[in-house]
């Protein structure tokens, strides 16, 4: 009787072990598609020179954000700071949010928030040069409780010479 108890109390150490690990295991995999989308948004932004909102004959930088996450699966949502644009849908021909207070859209979900900072320290005969910060979200889920908690995977971009975004953040 004493070695099934304790058999059955090694079991149950090894499954919890099991367990953890492939919770460790999603826990990065999932991690790791968030860095991915984070990176794919940096280099949309630099290629296009911003989030330009095109849509015909090219396609700006903010519909082919749109069509990359659609495609990866993405559908991770999560809150931006005030001051960033946020995209809360990735439907064709919607456009993107300034987060305030006047437009009370702080709590509300976005898939992805961009922040445009121009640089005064490097004025020089081209004008001040860009940067862009991006926020994706990474989200954990159990299957019984749901989405557990929802982390902020950000990013900054490379230097931005001409940046052709205007329409869309008013600077």
Do not use: H
């Amino acid at each position: 009787m004493r070695e099934s108890i304790g058999g059955t109390w090694f079991f149950q150490l090894i499954i919890v072990f099991i367990l953890l690990f492939v919770a460790y295991l999603a826990l990065s995999i999932n991690y790791s598609k968030s860095f991915k989308v984070k990176n794919e948004i940096i280099s949309f932004l630099e290629r296009e020179e911003g989030l330009t909102n095109r849509t015909s004959p090219d396609k700006g930088a903010l519909q082919l954000i749109n069509d990359f996450l659609v495609n990866s699966g993405y559908s991770a949502t999560g809150e931006c700071d005030a001051g960033w644009v946020g995209v809360s849908s990735l439907e064709i021909g919607s456009s993107p949010e300034i987060v305030s207070n006047e437009n009370n859209n702080l709590n509300k979900k976005f898939y992805y928030c961009v922040e445009k900072v121009i640089r005064d320290d490097n004025v020089g005969n081209y004008g001040r040069k860009t940067y862009y910060r991006v926020r994706t979200f990474f989200k954990f889920d159990l299957p019984v409780v749901g989405k557990f908690m929802v982390f902020k995977v950000d990013g900054v971009s490379d230097d931005v010479d001409y940046p052709c975004d205007k329409s869309v953040f008013g600077k």
